[in-house]
C-alpha cells in the first residue's frame, strides 16, 4: 500500500497555487470583458496573484505532486485515459463555484456565467495556442464529436473519409449524419498492425484514399484500441497540395478526436495542422467532469452549422428575437446553450492553470517516460505480447497489451485482485489497458509488471 504523501512538503509555493487560474492572464482578462463585470456581491473573488510563474527548466518533484490528488493511494491508478480525479486547485473551483450558487443561485449564475465560460475558453486556448474565437465548449469528446458531424454541411455525391481503426463515437456520429445529409462515408484501413505502423505507410494510405467527393477526413490522434498515436502533422501535410486545386467549399476538412493525446502531448493545434479537434477535459487533463473542448480553423467554421442554441453567443437570440439569421457560424454558437454543471465548467481555468504551472513539456516527458517503462516492461514478459508500439513517436500514454491464455476482461479482473485499475478496449477485438500520468511513479509500473508476469 502507499502512503499518502505529505501535501506541506510539495515543492509549489503557494503564490503558485493561488494563481493557478490565469495562466493566460490577457487572454482571460479579454475574455471577461466579453460580458459585462459581476457585482460584488456576487462575483467571483478575484485571483489574488497576476498570473502563473511559467515553468522552470527542471521538472517538479512527482512524488511530492501526488498529493495534489485526493485519491486512495492503496490502489494504483493506471487508468487517466478514462475518468480522472480532480487535483486540488481544480476540487476547490468546484466547491466554492457550488458553494456560491447554492447561497445566490440566480444572481451568481447571471453576473459570472459567460464571463467564466470565456474565461474557460481563454484558458483553453492559451494552452493550445488557438484565439478565444476559435476555441467552443462541450460536456464530452463524445459530445463535441456529434456536434462537429451532426454539424456538417454535406450532401449525396460527397463523403467522409475515416478508418476502421477509429472508435464506436466516431463511426456512429459519421452514420447519423449521413442518414440526415445522404452524404457517404468511408473507411479505410491505415496499417496492418499497430506495432510496425510507421508515418510514411498511414500517410500514403491517407491520401490514396481521398477521393473527388471527399470533403471530411475523421481521424482520431490516439487510438483508445492500441494506442498508436497517428501522425496527425504529416497527414495535415500531406492534404495541403490536395486542397490547393480545390475551391474552399470542396476542400478536405480534417476533424480529429484528439482526447488521448489531449493533456499529454507538448504541441498546439496549429503544429498539429488540423481543422477541429475536439477533447473531454476529464482524462489526462485531471479538469472538471462533464466537460470537454472544440477548437475550430476558421475555414472549418465556415462550414459547419450549430446543432443545439447556444446561449454563450452574443447574437444567440438574434434569428428568434428580430427574425433574420445571426449570421456565421462561431464557436461560440456551436457551444450548446442550457442548463448545466455550471460549477464545472467554470473550473476549467483551475485545470488549465494548473498543467501550465507544471509545464506541457514537463507533462509530456514523465508520461512517455512511464509508459515507455511499462511497454519495456511487458515486452520482456513471455506471457505478454504489447500492442502498442514501443516508440514515443507512434504512441502516448496508452499502454495495450494481451496477455497469453487469458481474456482482457480476465485481465483487467485479475489486475484489480492486486488493487491495480485498469481497463479492458470496448472493441471487436479487445486489448487490456493501463494508462499512467503524471500521478504515478516507476514504482507503481514495476508493481503492475509483477502482477502481469504473475498471471503466468
Known amino acids: 500500500m502507499r502512503a499518502n504523501p505529505d501535501l506541506g512538503a510539495l515543492n509549489l509555493n503557494r503564490r503558485h497555487l493561488l494563481a493557478l487560474g490565469l495562466a493566460a492572464a490577457p487572454a482571460i482578462a479579454a475574455a471577461q470583458e466579453m460580458d459585462e463585470a459581476p457585482t460584488p456581491a456576487t462575483a467571483a473573488p478575484p485571483a489574488p496573484a497576476p498570473a502563473v510563474a511559467p515553468p522552470g527548466p527542471r521538472p517538479p518533484d512527482w512524488n511530492r505532486l501526488r498529493a495534489m490528488w485526493d485519491l486512495d493511494w492503496g490502489e494504483v491508478d493506471l487508468s487517466a485515459m478514462l475518468f480522472a480525479s480532480n487535483p486540488k486547485p481544480v476540487r476547490e473551483a468546484i466547491t466554492r463555484h457550488r458553494a456560491a450558487l447554492d447561497r445566490n443561485p440566480v444572481t451568481y449564475l447571471e453576473h459570472n456565467n459567460k464571463r467564466l465560460q470565456n474565461a474557460a475558453r481563454a484558458a483553453a486556448g492559451a494552452y493550445f495556442g488557438v484565439p478565444i474565437e476559435q476555441v467552443g465548449l462541450c460536456e464530452s469528446t463524445t459530445s463535441g464529436i456529434g456536434l462537429v458531424y451532426a454539424g456538417l454541411n454535406l450532401r449525396y455525391g460527397q463523403e467522409a473519409l475515416t478508418s476502421v481503426h477509429d472508435y464506436y463515437v466516431t463511426h456512429e456520429s459519421l452514420r447519423l449524419a449521413s442518414r440526415k445529409t445522404g452524404m457517404g462515408v468511408r473507411k479505410i484501413t491505415l496499417h496492418d498492425g499497430a506495432t510496425t505502423a510507421s508515418t510514411p505507410e498511414i500517410v500514403r494510405r491517407v491520401v490514396a484514399g481521398i477521393t473527388p467527393a471527399t470533403r471530411v477526413l475523421a481521424l482520431t490522434w490516439v487510438h483508445s484500441s492500441t494506442g498508436l498515436k497517428?501522425?496527425?502533422?504529416?497527414?495535415?501535410?500531406?492534404?495541403?497540395?490536395?486542397?490547393?486545386?480545390?475551391?474552399?467549399?470542396?476542400?478536405?476538412?480534417?476533424?480529429?478526436?484528439?482526447?488521448?493525446?489531449?493533456?499529454?502531448?507538448?504541441?498546439?493545434?496549429?503544429?498539429?495542422?488540423?481543422?477541429?479537434?475536439?477533447?473531454?477535459?476529464?482524462?489526462?487533463?485531471?479538469?472538471?467532469?462533464?466537460?470537454?473542448?472544440?477548437?475550430?480553423?476558421?475555414?472549418?467554421?465556415?462550414?459547419?452549422?450549430?446543432?443545439?442554441?447556444?446561449?454563450?453567443?452574443?447574437?444567440?437570440?438574434?434569428?428568434?428575437?428580430?427574425?433574420?439569421?445571426?449570421?456565421?457560424?462561431?464557436?461560440?454558437?456551436?457551444?450548446?446553450?442550457?442548463?448545466?454543471?455550471?460549477?464545472?465548467?467554470?473550473?476549467?481555468?483551475?485545470?488549465?492553470?494548473?498543467?501550465?504551472?507544471?509545464?506541457?513539456?514537463?507533462?509530456?516527458?514523465?508520461?512517455?517516460?512511464?509508459?515507455?517503462?511499462?511497454?519495456?516492461?511487458?515486452?520482456?514478459?513471455?506471457?505478454?505480447?504489447?500492442?502498442?508500439?514501443?516508440?514515443?513517436?507512434?504512441?502516448?500514454?496508452?499502454?495495450?497489451?494481451?496477455?497469453?491464455?487469458?481474456?482482457?476482461?480476465?485481465?483487467?479482473?485479475?489486475?484489480?485482485?492486486?488493487?491495480?485499475?485498469?481497463?479492458?478496449?470496448?472493441?471487436?477485438?479487445?486489448?487490456?489497458?493501463?494508462?499512467?500520468?503524471?500521478?504515478?511513479?516507476?514504482?507503481?509500473?514495476?508493481?503492475?509488471?509483477?502482477?502481469?508476469?504473475?498471471m503466468g
Open 230 to 454: 497517428l501522425p496527425i502533422r504529416a497527414i495535415a501535410d500531406a492534404l495541403k497540395p490536395i486542397n490547393a486545386t480545390r475551391q474552399p467549399s470542396d476542400q478536405v476538412l480534417f476533424f480529429v478526436d484528439g482526447v488521448h493525446g489531449f493533456g499529454v502531448e507538448d504541441t498546439t493545434f496549429p503544429q498539429l495542422g488540423c481543422d477541429v479537434l475536439v477533447a473531454g477535459c476529464h482524462k489526462w487533463l485531471f479538469g472538471p467532469r462533464g466537460t470537454g473542448v472544440m477548437f475550430f480553423s476558421p475555414l472549418a467554421l465556415s462550414r459547419l452549422s450549430p446543432t443545439i442554441p447556444s446561449f454563450l453567443a452574443h447574437d444567440a437570440y438574434s434569428a428568434w428575437i428580430g427574425n433574420y439569421d445571426p449570421g456565421p457560424t462561431t464557436a461560440a454558437r456551436m457551444t450548446p446553450g442550457g442548463f448545466k454543471a455550471f460549477e464545472q465548467v467554470w473550473s476549467l481555468n483551475e485545470a488549465f492553470g494548473f498543467h501550465q504551472m507544471l509545464g506541457k513539456p514537463h507533462i509530456a516527458n514523465r508520461t512517455h517516460e512511464l509508459a515507455t517503462l511499462l511497454k519495456t516492461g511487458l515486452s520482456a514478459l513471455p506471457n505478454v505480447r504489447v500492442r502498442t508500439p514501443l516508440s514515443p513517436q507512434m504512441s502516448a500514454g496508452i499502454v495495450s497489451f494481451d496477455v497469453a491464455g487469458h481474456s482482457a476482461r480476465d485481465t483487467v479482473s485479475r489486475l484489480r485482485s492486486w488493487r491495480i485499475i485498469g481497463s479492458a478496449a470496448p472493441y471487436a477485438e479487445q486489448h487490456a489497458r493501463l494508462t499512467p500520468s503524471i500521478r504515478n511513479t516507476p514504482e507503481d509500473i514495476a508493481f503492475a509488471i509483477k502482477a502481469v508476469a504473475a
